[in-house]
């Protein structure tokens, strides 16, 4: 079975522009969290969707946004980019039962500059 | 203060020695409790998985999960220079039917041959 995919899986980009990332889960996977991970604050939860709704959400500004579609394949936005923003995201995947956990993808590397 | 705190090492051994990692916490509501290897520039591999107090064997890894101390430790015996890599603890709550999960900082580990 084919792991969690992100794509691209490196950007650069300069204050102020917008972007956004894509994540296809495993196969039958339908809950899609993401994840920012910085050298200084680890790996923090963005939000996690489940069925095209998001379910979850961590403690970031209303300039990180996401969504999911019908084939559970899930897109991050960030707009009007600050230079804090420089990061790992990263994309991880489960089934819907609570007592499984999560598969990550190999992350999109993000460069403000 | 943190929910997970995780000493970030640096830790270096000797390979084929025994390395201890740990984690403490502090939310008694977390019920599953995960050891992640991420080596650089790759996304977080899950290498245990847990819900009970007790240990858990599988080859030269074994987690160790001590609630009434609220404390989680991975133990890799025969280290060896392929085991570098930062090791993440992870535990899991549910919120609102979602399953969250909160990680430690990482303790990045060098095994010298």
């Known amino acids: 079975k084919a792991g969690v995919t992100q794509t691209p899986r490196y950007l650069i980009k300069t204050r102020g522009q917008q972007v956004t990332l894509s994540c296809s889960p495993i196969s039958g996977h339908r809950s899609v969290s993401w994840y920012q991970q910085t050298p200084g604050q680890g790996l923090q939860f963005l939000f996690e969707?489940?069925?095209?709704?998001?379910?979850n959400k961590g403690n970031f500004p209303g300039r990180f946004s996401g969504r999911q579609f019908s084939n559970s394949r899930s897109e991050m936005n960030v707009s009007t980019l600050e230079l804090g923003d420089s990061a790992l995201y990263l994309c991880?995947?489960?089934?819907?039962?609570?007592?499984?956990?999560?598969?990550f993808g190999p992350g999109t590397r993000l460069l403000v500059l | 203060q943190k929910e997970v705190e995780q000493d970030p090492g640096p830790l270096s051994v000797p390979e084929g020695a025994i390395v201890s990692l740990n984690c403490t916490y502090s939310n008694s509501a977390f019920q599953y409790f995960m050891w992640y290897r991420q080596y650089s520039r790759k996304g977080p591999e899950l290498l245990m998985y847990t819900y009970s107090s007790g240990n858990k064997e599988d080859g030269r890894f074994t987690a160790q999960v001590d609630k009434s101390s609220k404390y989680i430790s991975l133990f890799i015996r025969d280290s060896q220079p392929s085991d570098s890599a930062t090791y993440l603890c992870?535990?899991?709550?549910?919120?609102?039917?979602?399953?969250?999960?909160?990680f430690g900082q990482g303790t990045r580990l060098t095994i010298n041959p």
């Open positions: 969707y489940f069925s095209e709704t998001q379910r």
């Open positions: 991880a995947s489960k089934t819907e039962r609570l007592s499984d956990t999560q598969y």
């Open positions: 992870a535990m899991s709550v549910t919120v609102q039917g979602a399953q969250k999960l909160v």
